[in-house]
T-cell receptor, first 114, second 113 residues
Framework: AQSVAQPEDQVNVAEGNPLTVKCTYS??????LFWYVQYPNRGLQFLLK??????LVKGSYGFEAEFNKSQTSFHLKKPSALVSDSALYFC????????????FGGGTRLMVKP | KAGVTQTPRYLIKTRGQQVTLSCSPI?????VSWYQQTPGQGLQFLFE???????NKGNFPGRFSGRQFSNSRSEMNVSTLELGDSALYLC????????????FGQGTRLTVV
């Protein structure tokens, strides 16, 4: 079985400050990890993925994530937050034998205050 | 390049009725998966299709079913609707069984009254 935990329901950060949205996962074998963002009444937009290789992954809109195998974590980061980054963020995992089945975390609402 | 298209965008149904939702994946993508999103349960996997074959199925009752056509378009059907089926239903399109990401449609908002 595969699972994802996003321990924070909401993260508040001031514009211009760095942000971190946490994610830990559990899966048998090597994980495929993803971050998606959702704006109100919209579908999910892909931000970045880790498949293999460099532990620091860079994605869209200045976001990056660090894969840590020993801590089974894949935290999302951005050096300088924008008000427009305010949205719902989802971490997802796909196991090596899970086909195209994603398991999502519960989501973290990011609020960036001006 | 057109994205994932889900129709209809909004739907209101009465308890006991059935509903069919449609998803057209990105051109050239052969795999489609469906998710249910609710405030209480979050995003839950329904099923996944590749080349017209269901590969995985989530933990949902048999009232939820789906299929995929030869042109990769997919439909999901929910019979005997219950109030708890009210949700945003999201379709994801994958190019195939490879190390790529899923592309999501905007979803169908189903309200059961």
């Amino acid at each position: 079985a595969q699972s994802v935990a996003q321990p924070e329901d909401q993260v508040n950060v001031a514009e211009g400050n760095p942000l971190t949205v946490k994610c830990t996962y559990s899966v048998s074998g090597n994980p495929y990890l993803f971050w998606y963002v959702q704006y109100p009444n919209r579908g999910l937009q892909f931000l970045l993925k880790y498949i293999t290789g460099d532990n620091l992954v860079k994605g869209s809109y200045g976001f990056e994530a660090e894969f840590n195998k020993s801590q089974t974590s894949f935290h999302l980061k951005k050096p300088s937050a924008l008000v427009s980054d305010s949205a719902l963020y989802f971490c997802a995992v796909r196991g090596p034998n899970a086909g195209n089945m994603l398991t999502f975390g519960g989501g973290t609402r990011l609020m960036v205050k001006p | 390049k057109a994205g994932v298209t889900q129709t209809p965008r909004y739907l209101i149904k009465t308890r006991g009725q059935q509903v069919t939702l449609s998803c057209s994946p990105i051109s050239g993508h052969r795999s489609v998966s469906w998710y249910q999103q609710t405030p209480g349960q979050g995003l839950q996997f329904l099923f996944e299709y590749f080349s017209e074959t269901q590969r995985n199925k989530g933990n949902f009752p048999g009232r939820f079913s789906g299929r995929q056509f030869s042109n990769s378009r997919s439909e999901m059907n929910v019979s005997t609707l219950e109030l708890g089926d009210s949700a945003l239903y999201l379709c994801a399109s994958w190019i195939g069984l490879s190390n790529t990401e899923a592309f999501f449609g905007q979803g169908t908002r189903l309200t059961v009254v």
